[in-house]
């Protein structure tokens, strides 16, 4: 599976941002689908996922009710809509594939095994 992010750029503080997820593979196999947020000098945080079986999304407390995830199966992509950004929504975004055979929580990185480059935010 390779992992193509796109649709970063520099926004200001209240404006919205949507990253697209562009998947060589299908999305489908795998149990869940990420995005994850590595802020300057920070470790890598989930933020949002999609549970592909459920169809239900999670997200970290801090963005509850402003991003929504997506997927569009016909695509094959997944989608991150950021609304009302903060300042501290600075950092570098990465789309990630689960892998059917780790155990984890969908926030955790090691749950994941295929990563994206990265798509970079800047919040000012």
């Known amino acids: 599976v390779q992992l193509v992010e796109s649709g970063g750029g520099s926004v200001q503080a209240g404006g919205s941002l949507r990253l697209s997820c562009a998947a060589s593979?299908?999305?489908?196999?795998?149990?869940?689908m990420a995005w994850f947020c590595q802020p300057p000098g920070k470790e890598r945080e989930g933020v949002a996922a999609?549970?592909?079986?459920?169809?239900?999304?999670a997200y970290a407390d801090s963005v509850q009710d402003r991003f929504t995830i997506s997927l569009d199966n016909a695509k094959n992509a997944l989608y991150l809509q950021m609304n009302s950004l903060k300042f501290e929504g600075t950092a570098m975004y990465y789309c990630?594939?689960?892998?059917?055979?780790?155990?984890?929580?969908?926030?955790?990185?090691?749950?994941?095994?295929?990563w994206g480059q990265g798509t970079q935010v800047t919040v000012s």
């Open positions: 999609f549970n592909i079986g459920a169809r239900v999304a």
């Open positions: 990630a594939a689960a892998s059917p055979g780790r155990d984890g929580s969908w926030y955790s990185p090691g749950r994941y095994e295929y």
């Open positions: 593979g299908r999305m489908s196999s795998r149990p869940w």
